[in-house]
């Protein structure tokens, strides 16, 4: 394998250009990393451009990544042909991927049309090589040679699509190749993953099942099938395939992984550990016959049975085998966080959960649903979907809660909230309240379930590090603008002198004012609010506390004669009929900010008559976000800063 050497062509768009030099020079300094993101981007908008697959092909040989060096490559190949560089290239990088039969062909092709190039004697020394190698494969198969090279040619390819993600290919190529040899199992194997990719979860199956026929012990296809099985809700089934598939003495590269990989998802942990030392006792820990999935696995089972040195020992060793291994990275780059920010350890990231479909179907059920006049009624009708189509998504809510990435864990979150589904909606809370994931994301998912109306508004206890903390759950909509009112013009100049004088803390003056605007409209409740405001401003607290509860009385939906009474409890120390009148104006979808502002001090109070300092503070917090310029806040800060020195 070797750098690919920049040539002349013409000069492509502008910003293609650019962001090819800036990849280019970021080559340069040795920040291959940095460049290919750029040059990923570019493949986005520039799809087959010669000039961003050439750097992307030198950024992957930087990387030492030749996986995708491989892809990279073969798309460039395609498109300049005409280079025998590329060609000789591009076999090799087969060749070093394990590609045997596929570096055969292109070697031949390249030396057909180039027999005097300088890497045509190298050429033909690697195909003496390779030629032995195919030689020993297609003994086993009791074929014709020519029929055998040709097997493993197609199954070549057929890995390579698997591995690139081209499923489509792959699967007109497996089909293709099972036509000509039915029993050939790497590729039902093969087939069979292509087909549970795309959602084929029964044809899936039964092609596993054609390839046990065949083999019953195959590793691969145990493995396969036990995965399935259990991603479709069959844990029973699966679980006994697990017993089979380790107790198989079949021959498989890879059967460690395999092996792990079921077990993983079966949630065997202490059946993944117990593979190290068979496969030590065997002389098969390093690759070929590990890779470093296999000791990924073997970290997050330990670390989930309580080794996390062990568990660091293993990830190490997974990235000294693949420096480049996100997983891996991702979960080292994880527990160096503090507690309250880690995620949490993962084995496989949510695409391998085989959801794909059912993400793919709810959405476009929700497309339709998108004009539906009641919320109440999309989550019914999305439920009873999930039910039908995709009840495998609710078996699997718990354990993707429990043991999937960040991502998969939204995924639960979010469709627990767009379906309203209780099950879903029973995982999506146990990772409110649990300890699994950061604070951030425990409590981004509270908010989600508190906007789809599936938790209520108000405080709740939430871990952080291995306590406990009251944190605040408020699903409203705060409005600033002024509030439309419908008193004559007469009141309402009335009432703006008392507001005044309020201000400036002249209650004799602002009583005045509202007496007159009382006689005009005497059963207006914001008046008489700002009444009681006004006589207990004048130390007249008894008649102001019974013009509260009267006001309340009248208007018992009225926000600041809730809140009044509400204080009036607290002073008098019933806490219970306080908590339980806040409350409900907490389950309220829209507020004006000074609605919110009374809720706020309202709640302060509450808290500090409870000996909770810390949550009088959140609701502090929340007071200073919506009107940090309130001097009113000082006292409060004041008193909350003494309740927590005593």
Not at 309 to 314: E, F, T
Not at 397 to 426: M, N, Q
Not at 480 to 492: C, F, G, M, Q, T
Request: one cysteine or more; a negative charge.
């Amino acid at each position: 394998m070797t750098k690919r050497k920049p040539s002349g062509r013409p000069t492509p768009p502008r910003r293609l250009v650019e962001g090819a030099i800036k990849a280019i020079d970021l080559l340069e300094k040795g920040q291959a990393a940095e460049a290919l993101e750029i040059l990923l981007e570019l493949d986005r908008t520039y799809p087959n451009h010669p000039e961003v697959l050439g750097t992307m092909v030198n950024a992957y040989y930087d990387l030492h990544d030749f996986l995708h060096y491989e892809y990279a490559m073969r798309r460039l190949a395609r498109l300049e042909g005409h280079h025998p560089e590329l060609s000789f290239a591009l076999a090799g990088t087969y060749m070093a991927n394990g590609r045997p039969a596929m570096a055969l062909h292109a070697f031949q092709e390249a030396l057909r049309r180039w027999p005097d190039d300088a890497k045509a004697e190298q050429a033909r020394k690697d195909i003496l090589m390779i030629d032995n190698v195919l030689h020993e494969q297609a003994a086993q198969f009791n074929l014709e040679e020519t029929r055998a090279y040709d097997l493993l040619l197609q199954h070549d390819e057929l890995r390579y699509c698997l591995d690139h993600g081209e499923y489509r290919q792959g699967r007109q190529v497996a089909e293709k190749l099972l036509r000509s040899f039915p029993d050939f199992v790497p590729a039902l194997n093969n087939l069979s993953q292509i087909q549970s990719i795309e959602g084929d979860f029964e044809p899936a199956v039964q092609t596993i099942l054609r390839a046990l026929q065949v083999d019953p012990d195959n590793i691969h296809a145990l493995s396969n099938l036990a995965r399935l099985y259990f991603l479709g809700g069959r844990p029973d089934e699966a679980h006994k395939l697990a017993q089979r598939l380790k107790s198989s003495q079949a021959f498989a590269a890879d059967r460690w992984t395999k092996i792990a990989e079921a077990l993983t998802f079966l949630e065997d942990d202490a059946g993944v550990l117990a593979l190290y030392e068979p496969a030590k006792a065997a002389g098969e820990l390093e690759p070929p016959h590990v890779d470093a999935l296999f000791y990924h696995l073997l970290a997050v089972a330990a670390y989930r049975l309580g080794k996390e040195k062990d568990a660091q020992k293993h990830w190490q060793k997974a990235l000294k085998i693949d420096p480049h291994f996100a997983w891996a990275l991702e979960n080292v780059a994880d527990l160096k966080k503090p507690v309250d920010d880690r995620s949490g350890v993962w084995a496989f990231a949510l695409e391998n959960w085989l959801l794909a479909p059912a993400v793919n179907d709810l959405y476009a059920q929700l497309e339709t649903m998108k004009h539906a006049a009641k919320k109440s009624d999309v989550q019914a009708r999305l439920g009873r979907f999930i039910e039908e189509k995709h009840a495998e998504v609710l078996f699997l809510a718990p354990h993707l809660v429990e043991r999937g990435d960040a991502k998969a864990r939204e995924f639960i979150v979010r469709t627990a909230a767009v379906t309203g589904h209780p099950i879903l909606v029973s995982a999506a809370k146990d990772f409110v309240f649990g300890k699994r994931g950061s604070s951030q994301e425990r409590f981004q998912a509270a908010n989600i379930l508190s906007e789809a109306d599936l938790m209520p508004s108000g405080p709740i206890q939430m871990w952080s590090g291995d306590e406990k903390h009251e944190v605040m759950l408020l699903n409203v909509e705060i409005n600033s603008e002024p509030v439309a009112s419908n008193l004559p013009a007469r009141v309402l100049a009335l009432l703006e002198k008392a507001i005044s004088a309020l201000h400036d803390n002249d209650g004799p003056a602002a009583q005045a004012y509202l007496e007159q605007a009382l006689v005009i409209r005497p059963d207006d409740p914001g008046l008489i609010n700002n009444l009681a405001m006004s006589l207990e401003m004048q130390d007249q607290f008894e008649k102001a506390h019974d013009m509260v509860r009267q006001l309340h009385s009248r208007f018992p939906d009225y926000f600041f004669g809730v809140v009044g009474v509400a204080v009036l409890a607290i002073e008098e120390h019933d806490l219970d009929r306080a908590h339980h009148l806040l409350d409900d104006l907490m389950q309220r979808k829209k507020m004006h900010t000074s609605e919110f502002i009374a809720l706020c001090r309202a709640q302060i109070q509450i808290c500090l008559a409870d000996k909770k300092p810390e949550a009088a503070r959140t609701w502090l917090d929340m007071w200073a976000r919506v009107d940090p310029d309130d001097q009113n806040m000082k006292n409060y800060r004041r008193r909350i800063g003494l309740m927590g020195k005593s």
